[in-house]
Every structure is written in structure tokens, then in C-alpha cells.
């Protein structure tokens, strides 16, 4: 052999040594730290208390966001979505389970704040058995406070409603897509809001409900069974109906003050000009 051959197989001697050696000193570093983790787990004072801590905080689990979305059909329509609009006609839909999830978020914002500083309290002040522990082993307090962090509940607090709108051109040549987020506080906003709406509509039911045969006869006889606008009758042959001066989406009642008599014609024409 030369000494060329000689040289490169000392080198890679020494590289696979080297190895060897690296992976003995890995394979025991992780068996030690592994065993200085059980040892801290079986003696930590902390992750008792945390323990104790977690099983007295029971919080809801729950998504923490929901997500809509629309591919629109035309770039006219894409342009003119309106993000607003669409959540509203969401939450009107289902008011009360936007309602309910809400509340779980309130209540698990309510009582994360206490949870929090309690945990913040349990890492910071030492007991006594704690620090004997710190001056007994040296890693202790760092391997213990890994092990906390992982122990610490993360709750959603939160309720994140994304709206996600798309519009791929013909040929998709072109493509847009854009989003929203809705926040709790949008959404109840939007409840409110919701509730109003159906009061509203509940209202205009109840005002056409309150128009009966007995009601009509009395416009009908008051106004002499002809259209207040252009005199006709049933004789002329138009269809004669009870009218709401002020329209009940406007807010006008179900009272014979409210109510006139319209030919199907005038009915007509009135309803166009509105
Ligand atoms: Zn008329």
C-alpha cells in the first residue's frame, strides 16, 4: 500500500469513529434527559398544583372558526358581494346557535382570565419545596417549566367567522378571491340586529292578521262600496280592495282610519308608485 492509501483510510477511520462516538453520546444524553424528565415529573411540586388546576378549569371546546364559502359566477356579482349582507342573512338563520357559541366563548374568555393568573402565580412563586428541589438537582427548573408550559390549557376564546368569495373568468384566465372576518362582537351585533328583523316581520304579520271580514265591510260601507280614487264599483266591473294608506311595511296599522277602498286598477297604479 502506499501512502496515499494509507492516509484515506486513517481519515475515514477517524470519520467513522466520530460518528460512532456522536451517536453513543446522543443515544445517552437522550436516555439521561429522559430519565431527569420522569425524575422532575415524579417530584415536581408545580405540576401537582397545575394538575389540580386543570381539573378544577373545565373549559368548552369548540371550533374556533367557521367558514362560509361562495364562488360567484359573474365578475359583476363578485364585485358587488356584499360581505355584510351575506353574515346577517347567516346569522338571521340561525340566531340562536350563533347565540350559543357566543356564549361559550364569553364564558371560556370569563374564565380563562382566572385561570390564566392562577397558572401565572403557580410558575412564579416558589415554595420552599420547590427550591429545595432546584438546589438538589440543576436542570430541574428548566425541564419542570417545559413540562408546565406543555400542561397549560389553551381554550378558544374566540369566534372567527371567515367569509371566502372566489371568481375564475372563462377559460379561468383570471382568478379573484378576497375574504372577511366577522369577530364575536360583529356577530352579536349582528344578532341584535337580527332579532329586530324578525320582530319587525312579526309585526307586519300581526297587522295582516288583524284585517277580517267584519273590517272590511265597514271601509267598504264607509267609502260606499266605490274606489276613493276614481268612483268605480262592482257595477263597472272592477274588483274592489281594502287598501293601507300608510303601507304596514311603513308602519301603518290595521285601523279603519288606515284603510281605503281601491279599484283593482288604482290599487295598481298606487302600488307602482310606491
Ligand atoms: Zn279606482
Redesign the pocket.
Known sequence: MDEKAVLIITIISILVIAFLVAVIISITYQRVHKKHCEYVEAHSNKLVLISKLNAEFKFITLDRSVDYYRELDNKRAYDQFNFYNFMLMLVCEKPDAFATRIGYVRYNQSKYNEYDERFEAIVKNDTAEDLENYRQFKSFKTIELEQVKQQKQNPVRCLDANITIEYTSPKGQKWYRSWITYNEDHIAAMIQEANKIARHKKTIQHERNLMNPGLRYDVLKRDGF???????TAQDG?KLHIDHIIPISKGGKTEINNLQT??????L?KSAKL
Not at 266605490?226 to 268605480?232: I, K
Not at 281601491?262 to 290599487?267: E, P, Q, S, T
Open positions: 266605490q274606489c276613493v280614487y276614481c268612483g268605480a272592477v281601491l279599484c283593482d286598477r288604482c290599487n297604479g
